[in-house]
C-alpha cells in the first residue's frame, strides 16, 4: 500500500530534550515536506526537500532540522524543544512529475512541557 | 495580508442542503490550485483538484476564477460525512523552479441530520 508513516504518533517531552520525527514514504516520491497545524494558523510549511541532500526552509524553519540522507526518509530533528514547539506535526510527500498532489502521514501529535 | 484566505465558518447545513466556499489567493501568478479535506485531528486528504475549465467529481464541483482571484467548492446533496474541514491549496512555481504550496486555515462544514 501506498504511504507516509510518521513515527511517534504521540510524543510528550519534557524543555530541551532532543527528539527526532520519522517520517517514511514507499512512493519512491523526490519531494519531500514537514508542515506544523495550529489551531487558527492553518499547515504551516516547516522545510522541504526536492531530492536527497537537497533541504530548504519553509515558512516557520526556526527550532528545527531536517535531513535528507536517503530518498524514503525525512527526518525531523528539534534540537532543543520548546513549549511553543507543542504542535501537530505532519510529513507530506510528492513525485516531481504530473500532479502537485501531497500524500500526507498520519501525523504526531507533540507536547512540550 | 495572508496569502490564501478563507471563511473558518463553521457552516452548519442540514442533510441534503447545497453549499459553497470560497478561497481567495493573492499572488496573481499562482499556476495550480486544490481542495483538500480533512476530518478532525487527521491528515489532509486530496479532494479535487481545481482546473481552468471548471470540473466536477459527482456532488462536488470546483471552480477558479483567476481574474478574481479566488477558487469555490460546491458541495450539492450535503451528507453527515461531508462533516469535516475543507482546505484550499494554492501552488505556486518561483522563477527557480521551486514549488511553493500554500495553505488555507480552512473552512468547517457541519452536516446536521
Known amino acids: 500500500e501506498a504511504q507516509v508513516t510518521q513515527n511517534p504518533r504521540y510524543l510528550i517531552t519534557v524543555t530541551g530534550k532532543k527528539l527526532t520525527v520519522t517520517c517514511s514514504q514507499n512512493?519512491?516520491?523526490?519531494?519531500m515536506s514537514w508542515y506544523r497545524q495550529d489551531p487558527g494558523l492553518g499547515l504551516r510549511q516547516i522545510y522541504y526537500?526536492?531530492?536527497?541532500?537537497?533541504?530548504d526552509k519553509g515558512d516557520v524553519p526556526e527550532g528545527y532540522k531536517v535531513s535528507r540522507k536517503e530518498k524514503r526518509n525525512f527526518p525531523l530533528i528539534l534540537e532543543s524543544p520548546s513549549p511553543n514547539q507543542t504542535s501537530l506535526y505532519f510529513c507530506?510527500?510528492?513525485?516531481?512529475?504530473?500532479?502537485?498532489?501531497?500524500?500526507f502521514g498520519p501525523g504526531t501529535r507533540l507536547t512540550v512541557l | 495580508r495572508k496569502e490564501v484566505e478563507q471563511d473558518p465558518g463553521p457552516f452548519n447545513v442540514p442533510e441534503g442542503a447545497t453549499v459553497a466556499f470560497n478561497c481567495t489567493y493573492s499572488?496573481?501568478?499562482?499556476?495550480?490550485f486544490f481542495w483538500y479535506r480533512q476530518d478532525c485531528r487527521k491528515e489532509p486528504k486530496l479532494l479535487m483538484s481545481?482546473?481552468?475549465s471548471g470540473n466536477e467529481d459527482g456532488r462536488f464541483t470546483a471552480q477558479l476564477n483567476r481574474a478574481s482571484q479566488y477558487i469555490s467548492l460546491l458541495i450539492r446533496d450535503s451528507k453527515l460525512s461531508d462533516s469535516a474541514t475543507y482546505l484550499c491549496?494554492?501552488?505556486?512555481?518561483?522563477?527557480?523552479?521551486?514549488?511553493?504550496?500554500?495553505f488555507g486555515r480552512g473552512t468547517s462544514l457541519i452536516v446536521h441530520p
Open positions: 526537500s526536492m531530492n536527497v541532500e537537497v533541504t
Open positions: 499572488n496573481s501568478a499562482s499556476q495550480s
Open positions: 481545481v482546473y481552468s
Open positions: 512512493m519512491n516520491h523526490e519531494y
Open positions: 507530506a510527500s510528492r513525485g516531481l512529475a504530473g500532479s502537485y498532489e501531497q500524500f
Open positions: 491549496v494554492v501552488i505556486l512555481l518561483d522563477s527557480g523552479g521551486s514549488y511553493i504550496p500554500t
